[in-house]
């Protein structure tokens, strides 16, 4: 039964994953993270005015109860290593709620 299509399931393009993968990379090596923050990284649809149709959205959790962000209004496959490390210089911290 490998033929099984969720019919729930979200398509993503070729190359998606692998690029997921290389934005938590190059957000640990432009904020210099350690190994136990966790790196979460997400398109979204922008339905702001102005803004392009995905945007992604990049967090960043750890044990101190802080969690960070920052926002590329780009779709995750156009976004690049540079766009990373410029976006990384306008981190936003919250406090994560317990």
């Not at 992604?56 to 995750?76: D, E, I, P, Q, Y």
């Amino acid at each position: 039964m490998n033929d099984f299509v969720n019919p729930l399931g979200r398509h993503r393009p070729t190359g998606f994953s692998a690029r997921v993968a290389n934005i938590k990379s190059w957000t640990r090596t432009a904020l210099l993270l350690e190994d136990d923050v966790v790196v979460s990284v997400n398109e979204l649809a922008c339905s702001q005015a102005g803004c392009p149709p995905r945007q992604v959205v990049v967090l960043m959790f750890s044990n101190t109860g802080l969690a960070r962000t920052f926002t590329l209004h780009k779709a995750l496959l156009d976004t690049t290593e540079a766009d990373i490390a410029d976006a990384a210089k306008r981190v936003e911290i919250a406090k994560c709620r317990s």
